[in-house]
């Protein structure tokens, strides 16, 4: 079974620059989400998605990013213009509706460095 | 408002002895708790988890336990080994929403 793909691995680029990270969830899986983790810190959550709707966006910074889930698959989470505290990796993950135990599957992650 | 705590970033131990990892919460809304390991370079991989109805949830070498009077769980590991050195984050479950600790570096030494 093939894991959660993220793309691109690594992006450097300078403030108020965009860029844009996109999310192809394990097959099957209703509900995805974005989380950052910004060095030494646990991931936090930025967006919920189950099938094409927002669950929970209550921490996503929305002046400056932006998220979507097309046709309930993949994803993609943009940010425009970006900041220096917003270097972290962005991780994509996804699980199925229904889950005994809560489990998330994740994907690699996608380190943004801004200078 | 952290609502999972891992005050210990990190924890050296040596081969074949047991490694402990420790966790506290402060939202009784928790209905489970999680843990996931991270290597570098990766993303996190689940490894274990607990329901709030239970004190002791055990898989092979790892077990957890959950004290929810103090609001504390512990990661045992026994016995550690060299390939168990990752980071150790620990998770609370309300239903819709997974809060994660900051994280403990576990270093498994020969």
């Known amino acids: 079974e093939a894991g959660v793909a993220q793309s691109p691995r690594y992006k450097i680029i300078e403030k108020r620059q965009s860029v844009a990270f996109w999310c192809n969830p394990i097959?099957?899986?209703?509900?995805l989400y974005w989380y950052q983790q910004i060095l030494g810190q646990g991931p936090k959550l930025l967006i919920q998605?189950?099938?094409?709707?927002?669950?929970?966006d209550s921490q996503l910074p929305k002046d400056r990013f932006s998220a979507e889930r097309l046709k309930g698959v993949d994803s993609t989470l943009k940010i425009q213009p970006a900041k220096l505290e917003d270097s972290a990796v962005y991780l994509c993950?996804?699980?199925?509706?229904?889950?005994?135990?809560?489990?998330?599957?994740f994907g690699e992650g996608s380190r943004l460095t801004v200078l | 408002d952290q609502q999972v705590k891992q005050n210990s970033p990190s924890l050296s131990v040596q081969e074949g002895r047991i490694s402990i990892l420790n966790c506290d919460y402060t939202?009784?809304?928790?209905?489970?708790f999680l843990w996931y390991k991270k290597y570098p370079a990766e993303g996190p991989t689940f490894l274990i988890s607990i329901s709030s109805i239970k004190d002791k949830n055990e898989d092979g070498r790892f077990t957890v336990f959950l004290n929810k009077s103090a609001k504390h769980l512990s990661l045992h590991i026994v016995p550690s080994q060299p390939g168990d050195s990752a980071v150790y984050f620990c998770a609370g479950d309300t239903g819709s929403k997974l809060t994660f600790g900051t994280g403990t570096r576990l270093q498994v030494t020969l």
């Open positions: 939202n009784s809304m928790f209905d489970y």
């Open positions: 097959s099957g899986h209703a509900t």
């Open positions: 998605f189950q099938n094409n709707g927002v669950v929970d």
């Open positions: 993950a996804s699980s199925l509706v229904l889950s005994d135990t809560g489990e998330l599957f």
